[in-house]
């Protein structure tokens, strides 16, 4: 069960970080492991709002069905997810203060669950840890 946890600081205020964070469709200027979404994203950023998103990670392409499950306008966003042979996916993002008040910390928690990653636990957490990462560096670039 691999559980990634990943934070950057963004000079920029967090109404600022929220409005590209949520904008599904710039998901992919600063998603890395985002492909498409097949039928667009969440028709509204409300709890219970489910949407389909094509994804690769580690080269392998995925769908997963997403639920979002909490919503915290300028501060939270929560989604769980369906993927292929019996994957689950959490993620949540988390904006709040920078420590040194200059800007937004953004946390970004993934965790995955199912036979199929155990195996390979050791590798997903790695190339998740890899993409959060540079995804959070594209999303400063956006709005830092």
């Known amino acids: 069960m691999p559980e990634v946890s990943v934070s950057a600081t963004i ?3 967090a109404d600022k970080v929220w409005a590209v964070l949520t904008d599904f469709e ?3 200027e600063w998603n890395t492991i985002h492909v ?3 039928n667009g ?3 509204e950023l409300a709890v219970g709002a489910v949407y389909g998103e094509k994804m690769t990670l580690m080269g392998m392409p995925a769908e997963v069905s997403w639920t979002i499950t909490e919503v915290a306008a300028g501060s939270s966003l929560t989604m769980d997810g ?3 042979m019996g994957i689950s996916l959490h993620q949540h993002y988390a904006l709040g203060a920078a420590a040194d008040g200059n800007g937004t910390s953004v946390t970004v928690d993934s965790e995955f669950k199912g036979a199929a990653v155990n195996m390979m636990a050791a590798r997903i957490k790695d190339a998740t840890t890899k993409a959060l990462n540079e995804s959070l560096e594209k ?5 830092g």
């Open 41 to 43: 994203g969440p028709a």
């Open 11 to 13: 000079p920029a205020p």
């Open 36 to 38: 498409a979404f097949p």
């Open 82 to 84: 369906k993927g292929p």
């Open 139 to 143: 999303l400063t670039g956006l709005v």
């Open 26 to 28: 710039r998901f992919g």
